[in-house]
């Protein structure tokens, strides 16, 4: 008989009940704590090597490779056309659906969008669905509550766990073959409009072969990949990315989030004349030519809506600030005998539109001076406050509602209030037929 193998724990009849595997192999790499022994794991080596280490090598390349006036201007000619494809394409026609576009267009938007590098337009539209849908949440593929960093560049630059992203529906995407094709083939067709074509124009039409793998094919590349998450990302609480001019101008158009948040299916982020937004005006140029339609925009009353909102907002946060006296709601209720008599006490009060207010500290400081106040005092001032002697201006207003002490029963000296009226006044006085019988 074969000899028994040693168990851990000495004996050779050890049989453990169940299995234990290690932590790591029931979890994935990103719910591990990243320690010295183990960051390496947490890195999406292929995003770094493609974002950071190619444009580091690009970036060192410039000081060995002159640009040429032709490279530098076909560099910005394509960077448009591959930005395009991003905020066009990926974004507004396939995350959005904000407008249709014509098999020709769609084809056009897919290949050079492939050439911004950004990963295929089925999975980029995909986790900008999921960021729209679970915005600033754990199911947000790039939340900013992960930190700054991380929203940014972090989220592409290491590894995600597939089963805390959100879902959402790309049914209509995996129905146009465009998509279909593309996603199939993205890395041929990325690695051909993002590298092969630029460095070829360059390399074939003037001679620049280094110049258009450094500037029109790596730095071209990095720099709108650099723009467009920062234009992409949201900068508060609340689900309202800002507006800014400057990402807008590197991002064709993308800097204006607040909008776009607002307003996602609409085709346009900027809709202000002197805000720019060359995406919008391609879109609308292509209408014009027969290779786009069913142009998406809010209704111009519902924007302003929002912009009103929002201003008042931002009113209502400073005048949380401020101090308006005591809360109505928090007050006393005084019948009016309690008002004579606090007044009848020595207190100087007076009564204006419902309220009771305390006017010691202001007597001496009355514009009009004290006798003219004073002689209201225990009275109802409304009349003269509101007009009757001087129509108070809005400071006045603001400055009484300071003073406030009590909120007066009736609103203000109703006369049926004021006393218990006799049972005898009602009574009929007796005519001349009466018999005077009870």
């Not at 790596?218 to 990315?241: C, T, V």
């Not at 946060?317 to 005084?334: A, F, T």
Request: contains cysteine; hydrophobic residues 35%.
């Amino acid at each position: 008989m074969p000899s028994p193998t040693t168990s851990p724990d000495g004996t050779s009849d050890y049989k453990p009940m169940r299995r234990k595997l290690p932590v790591e192999q029931h979890m994935h790499i990103s719910e591990v704590p990243m320690t010295w022994s183990n960051w390496h794991e947490h890195m999406n080596w292929f995003n770094i090597t493609l974002g950071l280490l190619v444009p580091l090598l690009g970036l060192v390349s410039t000081f060995y490779v002159p640009l040429m006036t032709k490279t530098g201007l076909f560099a910005v000619f394509y960077y448009f056309n591959t930005g395009l494809g991003i905020t066009a394409g990926y974004h507004r026609l396939w995350s959005h659906r904000s407008y249709q576009a014509s098999f020709v267009l769609r084809l056009y938007l897919a290949a050079f969008g492939a050439g911004s590098v950004q990963g295929s337009a089925r999975w980029w539209s995909r986790e900008h669905r999921v960021h729209h849908r679970y915005t600033d949440t754990e199911k947000d593929p790039y939340s900013v509550r992960k930190g700054l960093m991380y929203s940014h560049m972090g989220w592409i630059l290491t590894k995600q766990n597939p089963k805390k992203r959100g879902r959402t529906d790309i049914s209509d995407l995996d129905q146009d073959p465009i998509i279909v094709w593309q996603h199939r083939h993205y890395y041929k067709i990325a690695i051909f409009m993002g590298f092969v074509l630029p460095i070829s124009i360059c390399g074939l039409g003037w001679h620049d072969w280094m110049g258009g793998i450094v500037y029109a094919g790596i730095l071209r590349m990095f720099f709108f990949q650099q723009a467009h998450w920062l234009g992409e990302q949201p900068f508060d609480s609340k689900q309202s990315p800002r507006d800014h001019f400057i990402t807008a101008l590197i991002t064709l158009g993308e800097g204006y989030h607040n909008f776009h948040h607002e307003f996602p299916s609409d085709y346009r982020n900027a809709i202000e004349w002197y805000q720019y937004d060359p995406t919008k005006w391609a879109i609308a140029g292509w209408k014009r030519i027969g290779l786009a339609s069913h142009l998406q925009q809010f209704p111009r009353n519902e924007i302003e809506k929002g912009r009103v909102q929002q201003l008042q907002k931002k009113v209502d946060q400073k005048r949380s600030e401020l101090d308006w006296g005591i809360p109505v709601s928090k007050l006393p209720v005084y019948e009016w005998q309690d008002y004579m008599q606090a007044v009848n006490s020595g207190q100087l009060l007076l009564a204006i539109t419902g309220m009771v207010y305390d006017i010691t500290d202001f007597t001496d400081k009355h514009p009009g001076g004290r006798a003219l106040i004073c002689s209201w005092i225990g009275k109802d001032a409304t009349a003269v406050f509101h007009g009757g002697i001087y129509d108070h201006s809005n400071a006045a207003h603001n400055l009484l509602s300071g003073m406030r002490i009590a909120v007066l029963r009736g609103g203000g000296e109703v006369e049926i209030m004021k006393t218990k009226q006799p049972t005898e006044c009602c009574a009929q006085p007796p005519g001349p037929h009466s018999t005077g019988v009870q």
